[in-house]
């Protein structure tokens, strides 16, 4: 049947990288539990994992009965909303190294947040509603979320091993924005329920290609380059990192592997964007041999917690871990 497509590569922000193609695979292919027990991405077509998201949750559709609370909204000045970690803007793990919020958290209802994005202008600040699906939201979007396929999604969970489902995010994406590339600690089933995403993505072993901040800073899990400008000499391995893509569209449930780096984008000239996900512990991690890169990465972060740990100031762990290498370990 012919592909009808909703979106053009004009919609599309250019990076200098490029990108094979993340699979998609109907939802009864057999191959789609290879991929999660291999840690690898794939996107879910055809399921009824989100069905009712996908058939009723427009924005109008959410602006009637997301409820009557406010929702947490992200306020940028860019069409980058780099997550940040508040509670490790203390001074022990700065100390003097300057640390500017990148974006600002407020409480706004749906309807001015819808009405806001309406009315935007070039050099408005850009918003990215987040909301927990909990007992605060109003009871259609309960009677939806309750119609998840949640046997489909439990029984991944248990042949993987996961740990238990920590959390589902409902989040409202103005048109263009970026969650710029991090890795999170869990397993994720990321569902589009509205609009077109693109999603890149880069497997753990592209650490040295992604430079994470330090583990204790407030963009702890989030690359350090900015790729719409990256710095090449303050990131020579950028240009070797092997990404892959896709465009998800209303339906799809993209699986994100705990630990993979993830680029997500709201198409531009696309509309609003609305997205579920469903995020896993990642079940118990046993040392096996030989490491997974994923462990390799998890046993860094360790080893940068406990250096701050016991030389209480940021500034010398740089210096201690250079001083432990260099000249010894190349
Ligand atoms: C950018 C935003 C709103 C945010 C601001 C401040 C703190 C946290 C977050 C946060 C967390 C998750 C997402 C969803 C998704 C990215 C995407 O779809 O944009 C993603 O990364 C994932 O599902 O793992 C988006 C956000
Ligand atoms: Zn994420």
Known sequence: MCEEKHWNSSQLRRYDLQFEQIPRIHYTDPKIDELISANKPVVITGSNIIKTARDHWTPEYLEQNLGVAGHTVFSSKTHKFKYFDDSKISKNNLNGIEFIPPTRKCKMRMGEFMKKLREWKPGNDRLYLQQPLNNTVGPLI???????????????QAKHNWGPLTSNLLLISQEGNVTPCHYDEQQNFFGQAYGYKRCILFPPSDFECLYPHPVFHPHDRQSMVDFDRPDYVKFPKFGNAKGCETVVEPG?????????????????????????????????T???????????????????????????DPKEVGPLLRSMVMGRYS
């Open 142 to 156: 309960v009677e939806d979320f309750a119609h998840f396929d949640w046997e489909y999604v439990n029984k991944r």
């Open 252 to 284: 799809d449930v993209l699986y994100i592997p705990i630990y993979w780096w993830h680029h997500i984008e709201s198409l531009m000239r696309g509309g609003p964007t609305v997205s579920v996900n469903f995020w896993f512990k990642g079940g118990p």
């Open 286 to 312: 046993s040392l096996s041999y030989p490491l997974k890169d994923h462990q390799k990465v998890s046993i860094t972060r360790n080893v940068e917690k406990m250096l701050l740990e016991v030389l209480q």
